[in-house]
């Protein structure tokens, strides 16, 4: 096995086990480890994919001790955050970024 992989395997797992215990900063660690090893376009999808499996991981152990209420709740303002959050987007985009500079 590669050097490069065991590192990511190991680092996969303490940053899901300071992310189970924290309840954050997992994530990120893991996105800053990953980014000594792989281009930006490779990063971004790959640590998604780490991230999900990894999270659902933890729902099928916690499953049972999950409080409906407020993941309904916690839904309902997401949903309302990301159709903010979509619009702002191209606000910010529209009004602050030149676009020549993307051409």
């Known amino acids: 096995m590669p050097q490069e992989q065991l590192i990511l395997i190991v680092a996969c797992f303490f940053t899901a086990t300071l992310s189970g215990m924290l309840g954050m900063a997992g994530g990120?660690?893991?996105?800053?480890?990953?980014?000594?090893?792989y281009k930006q376009e490779l990063l971004i999808p790959l640590h998604g994919i780490i991230q999900l499996v990894s999270n659902s991981t933890r729902l099928t152990f916690l499953f049972k001790d999950i409080n409906w209420?407020?993941?309904?709740?916690?839904?309902?303002?997401?949903?309302?955050?990301?159709?903010?959050?979509?619009?702002?987007?191209?606000?910010?985009?529209?009004?602050?970024?030149?676009?020549?500079?993307?051409?």
Do not use: E, P
């Open 28 to 37: 990120i660690s893991l996105l800053t480890i990953m980014a000594q090893f």
């Open 69 to 103: 209420n407020v993941v309904s709740v916690y839904c309902m303002g997401a949903l309302l955050g990301a159709a903010i959050g979509s619009q702002m987007n191209f606000v910010i985009d529209d009004k602050v970024c030149d676009h020549r500079d993307y051409a």
